[in-house]
């Protein structure tokens, strides 16, 4: 029996996308979402820069793919990113993960509404699942007495509707770019464009007036922590994704890989201290039952 190397490594990206949830909450928390996600699209940008530099892959494509590929990145990273982390801070990792995971059906739907991709039963059994068990996950361990991690703040209301428009950005984008991805393009040029026009979008943003106002103060630690979200985000957790898809289906390696609900509930423990509630651990497992559902379609 051969063994699952490649099935493992999409089990590694779930973890690092999960450690990132948790590593990230402090810094949201400090920063700002906005100024967390540009500080971090500076790393993400020199590293992605360095990797295509260094495996001689720079050859870019048509403007035209280029112009898809930015508008792309705006929406899936600078929107998509930044609502995500805003629901980070206000929701918690768990939380915050659960409804991000929604991006999935919602890529469905709209590979469905767009692209006339077929939908189907068990499509629509898996996005029924999900949104169950992502209300479920949300549910999950009452305010009083909980880790900061755990703990909501700002709302509930309005940490979910940044979850939802995050996972909608996320899905937008992803489906913005998956034809230009699809047709060979190298995986690594096609995030440095996206990086790269999200990045300079943002900074733009961040000289005028409506910008989110600066943190007075950035600490090492602050700083460390988010660079280590790019690092084990995107270096670690995309190269192993990256490698997984080279054995394996694809339905079966994004189904592993989007296990990032159930992956995160031990390392919270493991963190907080405090055992997830049972309504979490249904909630997560019913979660990636309905993604496994709509990946493998």
Known sequence: MEFPIHELAALGTATCWATTGIIASDAIRALGPFHFNLIRQVFVALLLSGIVMASGALALPGWQAMLVLAVSGV????????????????????????????????????????????????????????????????????????HRLEQVRGGLRIGVLFGLGAALGQATGALIARPYMAGGLDPY?????????????????????????????????????????????????????????????????????????????????????????AKSWAGAALAVTGLALIFTR
Not at 77 to 91: E, P
Not at 115 to 135: D, N, Y
């Open 75 to 146: 929406l899936g990273i600078l929107l998509g990113d930044t609502l995500n982390f805003a629901a980070v801070g206000r929701l918690g990792p768990r939380r915050a993960g659960a409804v991000f995971a929604l991006n999935a059906p919602m890529a469905a739907i709209l590979g469905w509404l767009a692209l006339g991709e077929r939908l189907g039963w068990q499509a629509g059994l898996g996005i029924t699942v999900t949104v169950a068990g992502v209300a479920l996950a949300i549910l999950g361990r009452p305010s009083e007495g909980a």
């Open 189 to 277: 040029v096609g995030s440095l464009i996206r990086v790269g026009a999200s990045g300079l979008v943002m900074g733009v943003v961040a000289t005028l007036p409506i910008a989110p106002p600066r943190p007075r103060e950035i600490s090492g630690k602050v700083l460390a922590l988010t660079a280590a979200t790019a690092l084990i985000g995107l270096l670690l957790g995309m190269t192993l994704f990256l490698y997984a898809l080279q054995g394996s289906e694809t339905g079966i390696i994004a189904t592993l890989s989007a296990t990032s609900p159930v992956i995160i509930l031990p390392l919270l423990w493991l963190r907080t201290g405090q055992r997830p509630s």
